[in-house]
């Protein structure tokens, strides 16, 4: 089993539909989350951190479950300009960066 | 600030050539990796520094090696370039205090062996 797994998509969805994007991980030590947006071709950029309780940034929100070792990200009334792949990255014990494989998202007129 | 720099953004190399991809950043960063992404692989960690003067390996560390003689540079260097080692190579920095600080990338090196 990988540890960081993330559904590879493509997710093809209608401008201002709303689109939920899961990834699990593994280890159960795990003790931060992200997700990482990365347009083709570009690096990596910080979407937002995952924290316990939940949190929303506009119209993002994630949220984790310790408990069934999963986070989520969740994209409101989806924009054109959101269209890239989605990165599920945990870090886990000594400070190790997982990333998953990342969920290819497309928005369409 | 400029954050993490990374040169050359393309390159291509013949089998058992040497190379060093460049890394600098100027946000005075402890941690800097490196990191190669492939298609269905996700990214993958080769080495890290957590400063000055320490490294370490990664998940996938053959075939390169790293220094870091100051906190800015991070060079990784090919010895001997295979076609498996054909990637796009991301350099990273973040601070070390604070482990819940996310990585900073570079744009990136697209890296082809023939």
């Known amino acids: 089993r990988k540890e960081v797994e993330q559904d590879p998509g493509p997710f093809n969805v209608p401008e201002g539909a709303t689109v939920a994007f899961n990834c699990t991980y593994s280890n159960s030590a795990s003790q931060s989350f992200f997700w990482y947006r990365q347009d083709c071709r570009k690096e990596p950029k910080l979407l937002m951190s995952v924290y316990s309780s939940g949190n929303e940034d506009g119209r993002f929100t994630a949220q984790l479950n310790r408990a069934s070792q999963y986070i989520s990200l969740l994209i409101r009334d989806s924009k054109l300009s959101d269209s890239a792949t989605y990165l599920c990255v945990v870090r886990g014990g000594g400070n190790k960066l997982t990333f998953g494989t990342g969920t290819q998202l497309k928005v369409e007129l | 600030n400029a954050g993490v720099t990374q040169t050359p953004k393309f390159q291509v190399l013949k089998t058992g050539q040497s190379m060093t991809l460049q890394c600098a950043q100027d946000?005075?960063?402890?941690?800097m990796s490196w990191y190669r992404q492939d298609p269905g692989m996700g990214l993958r960690l080769i080495h890290y520094?957590?400063?000055?003067?320490?490294?370490d390996q990664g998940e996938v560390p053959n075939g390169y090696n790293v220094s870091r003689s100051t906190t800015e540079d991070f060079p990784l260097r090919l010895l001997s370039a295979a076609p498996s080692q054909t990637s796009v190579y991301f350099c990273a920095s973040r601070e070390w205090a604070s482990l819940a600080q996310p990585q900073h990338f570079g744009d990136g090196t697209r890296l082809s062996i023939l």
């Open positions: 946000m005075n960063h402890e941690y």
């Open positions: 520094s957590v400063g000055a003067g320490i490294t």
